[in-house]
Antibody, heavy 119, light 110 residues
Framework: QLQLQESGPGLVKPSETLSLTCTVS??????????WGWIRQPPGKGLEWIGS???????YYNPSLKSRVTISVDTSKNQFSLKLSSVTAADTAVYYC???????????WGQGTLVTVSS | QSALTQPASVSGSPGQSITISCTGT?????????VSWYQQHPGKAPKLMIY???KRPSGVSNRFSGSKSGNTASLTISGLQAEDEADYYC??????????FGTGTKVTVL
């Protein structure tokens, strides 16, 4: 059974960089059938797609976040990561990592991790 | 990219059918058959219920069905059950090779 697990600091200071890692177990991140993505959800609000990456390193980002987002992949560790720079309180959210079946949706999700931006 | 438009809330009695709409543009919903729907219970991760407009993943009840007409996609839940009470989100692939989610709909079982 495929499992995804987010990890990283739960508290980040304004103007700093948010960094999260998603560890994939029970399957290979190098499969040609899937992309690997990040989605976030501010408290009490809706879902926002952040971006996704293919095992080869090809990336796609939400245009509204593109200037601040970097998603990378480490196939040797079966992990992919999110970096979001110059964070503000508006970036406070539950961050989910998920497997994306090419264009068909996200079929496996991590449990989500709350990241709070505050001094 | 703007979020797809969904009604804030929809309600129904047990056994009834309800439909949730998801309106976008010709650059997303109307341009591709890559609309998916997610169910999210409080404090839980979203669950994929429908993909490719109308296909159900293995294990999802056939009470859930999807369709699309023009720039609007729809999710229908038939034989409404108490366990269907949750938030529902649509999502679509876009002409920018990105994805966009809907605003979300809270389903209440009366």
């Amino acid at each position: 059974q495929l499992q995804l697990q987010e990890s990283g600091p739960g508290l980040v200071k304004p103007s700093e960089t948010l960094s999260l890692t998603c560890t994939v177990s029970g399957g290979s991140i190098s499969s040609s059938s899937y992309y690997w993505g990040w989605i976030r959800q501010p408290p009490g609000k809706g879902l926002e797609w952040i971006g996704s990456i293919y095992y080869s390193g090809s990336t796609y980002y939400n245009p509204s976040l593109k200037s601040r987002v970097t998603i990378s992949v480490d196939t040797s560790k079966n992990q992919f990561s999110l970096k979001l720079s110059s964070v503000t309180a508006a970036d406070t959210a539950v961050y989910y990592c998920a497997r994306e079946v090419q264009l068909e949706g996200n079929d496996y999700w991590g449990q989500g991790t709350l990241v709070t931006v505050s001094s | 990219q703007s979020a797809l438009t969904q009604p804030a809330s929809v309600s129904g009695s047990p056994g009834q059918s309800i439909t949730i709409s998801c309106t976008g543009t010709s650059s997303d919903v109307g341009g591709y058959n890559y609309v998916s729907w997610y169910q999210q219970h409080p404090g839980k991760a979203p669950k994929l219920m429908i993909y490719d407009v109308s296909k159900r993943p293995s294990g999802v009840s056939n009470r859930f069905s999807g369709s699309k007409s023009g720039n609007t996609a729809s999710l229908t839940i038939s034989g409404l059950q108490a366990e269907d009470e949750a938030d529902y989100y649509c999502s679509s692939y876009t002409s920018s090779s990105t994805f966009v989610f809907g605003t979300g709909t809270k389903v209440t079982v009366l």
